[in-house]
């Protein structure tokens, strides 16, 4: 049987990532692959529920962390290890990385803290209890937070993460590049190119690291 692949989509907001999920979709399922795609926060219903909250509400980042790795918590067991196990390629729009660099960086939260919920989240599988749950590739949208700025302005209404000065995202683009280094599974893409271009760059990496082969 096929090995499941856990891919995740990282980067700023306004920095492209979401425009590049059909693609995504269609160039596994032309590889015949099952593709289950999903976001966070969200997956389920409750995790969407939470995601609501999560968006809207104001809350300090310690609730905030609490509430986005409850709703990881519920979309891992309900949705992405099921998925894994049929052999499915999972397309998930942000994961764990987005906390540590919106919790983390955006909003100061201690790491340490991050550290010991994701063990918790993603820990203790009963195949492999010392391992943790982690994508096998990050895509990595890199973009300077002035330029996603600009693509945001106007765009939509803003949640309350999008509605952040320029400064937060400074922070939260710190928290990926941190993330990053620590870890081979992140593909950075330069986010600043053309779509066109940044989708060439993204179907290269996929085929260097043998995700795509046809
Ligand atoms: P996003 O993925 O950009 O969805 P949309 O394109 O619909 O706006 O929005 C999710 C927001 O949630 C984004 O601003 C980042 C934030 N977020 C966190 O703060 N922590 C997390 O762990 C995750 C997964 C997302």
New binding site residues.
Partial sequence: MTAGLFLTLEGI?GAGK?SHLDALEALFRAQGREVTRT???GGTPLAETLRGLI?EQPMDALTESLL?FAARRDHIVQVIEPALARGDVVLC???TD??FA??GGGRGFDADVLSTLERWVQGGRPADPDALLQPDITIWFDLAPEIAAERLAGARVP?K??SQPVEFFRNVAAGYAARAADAPRFVRIDASQARDQVWHQIEAALRQRGAVTQ
């Fill in positions: 907001d979401s976001r966070e926060p968006l986005v729009d942000r994961f987005a906390t919106y919790q949640d993460f999008e």
